[in-house]
């Protein structure tokens, strides 16, 4: 399904292109997206026995004058073909080869508790450097996560969290016990 996916998310970026409105239909798409991704609406869009017309007119009173007509038109173009599971991860593949090509990489910070701006701004300008990329920041608090947090971004994780930093402090010690044993 990964084929079909690509050939809907690249039909679509290569429109946005030649209209000049890539960087304004990354927007309009993730929104598109998030709003699809509810688990009612997704089971609404999915379900076999609901009319094309039904799931249309969703789309139509939802988006009215907030997307493009292109949009649109790919949205209405895969009920009609009954692409429906295929809507979610094609729009998904829009937008992560459109960041690539505006030089766009989306990062997911996971901490224990909230970080400050601060705190972001430090992480933001050390990504921007690293991966010389423009890097939005999502961020997302998880209480599972002992302490620090840890960076998600462009396939990477970057963990700085407190778990890890505890085993690699026991491997070291395990290592360093073992040694320190063999000298005597």
């Not at 895969?78 to 766009?104: C, H, S, T, V």
């Not at 085993?167 to 290592?175: P, Q, S, T």
Request: hydrophobic share 45%; proline share 2%.
């Amino acid at each position: 399904m990964d084929q079909l996916e690509n050939r809907y998310a690249n039909a679509l970026l290569e429109l946005s292109e030649e209209n000049g409105t890539l960087k304004e239909d990354v927007a309009q798409v993730a929104r598109v997206r998030d709003a699809l991704s509810e688990r009612d609406v997704e089971q609404f869009l999915i379900h076999p026995h609901i009319a094309n017309a039904k799931k249309q007119a969703l789309l139509k009173t939802t988006f009215a004058d907030q997307v493009s007509e292109q949009l649109m038109g790919l949205l209405f173009l895969m009920f009609d073909k009954q692409r429906e599971q295929a809507i979610i991860p094609a729009l998904n593949a829009f937008i992560d080869a459109a960041n690539q090509k505006l030089g766009i990489v989306e990062a997911r910070v996971v901490s224990a508790k909230e970080l400050t701006e601060q705190e972001l701004s430090h992480i933001h300008s050390i990504l921007k450097k690293r991966l010389n990329k423009t890097v939005p920041i999502q961020t997302v608090v998880d209480p599972d996560v002992l302490g620090g947090f840890y960076i998600l971004v462009d396939g990477q994780v970057f963990d700085g969290t407190l778990r890890t930093e505890l085993l690699r402090m026991k491997e070291r010690l395990k290592r360093g016990g073992a040694m320190d044993a063999s000298k005597s």
